[in-house]
């Protein structure tokens, strides 16, 4: 089993920064690409950015150098520094990893981190 745990949403003035985090602990070989979603209300889940192993980075076209995706390989940690934030931000953002286990590769969600931006 592999868990992904998230911390670090809240509510964050329009201007202001968050950096989210997610651990992943359990049953885990090695992990391939981490990253984060997000979901706003009566919208799709869409990506914000994810980070290989490697540490090769891609971003939404909306993040437009606000937000920064790191990973601590040693800790199976993915952050999110997200900087200038706007009311377009406000979401459950949501970690991912893709996983792989003794029964091979699979991807894991967080349980999702609410965001929210006051103007």
């Known amino acids: 089993q592999v868990q992904l745990v998230e911390s670090g949403g809240g509510l964050v003035q329009a201007g202001g920064s968050l950096r989210l985090s997610c651990a992943a602990s359990?049953?885990?070989?090695?992990?391939?690409?981490m990253g984060w979603y997000r979901q706003a209300p009566g919208k799709q889940r869409e990506l914000v950015a994810s980070?290989?192993?490697?540490?090769?980075?891609n971003y939404a076209d909306f993040v437009e150098g606000r937000f920064t995706v790191s990973r601590d390989n040693a800790k199976n940690t993915v952050y999110l520094q997200m900087n200038s934030l706007k009311s377009e931000d406000i979401a459950v953002y949501y970690c991912?990893?893709?996983?792989?286990?003794?029964?091979?590769?699979?991807?894991?969600w967080g349980q999702g981190t609410q965001v929210t931006v006051s103007s």
């Open positions: 980070i290989s192993s490697g540490g090769s980075t």
């Open positions: 991912y990893a893709r996983v792989r286990t003794m029964t091979g590769y699979s991807n894991y």
């Open positions: 359990g049953s885990i070989i090695s992990i391939n690409v």
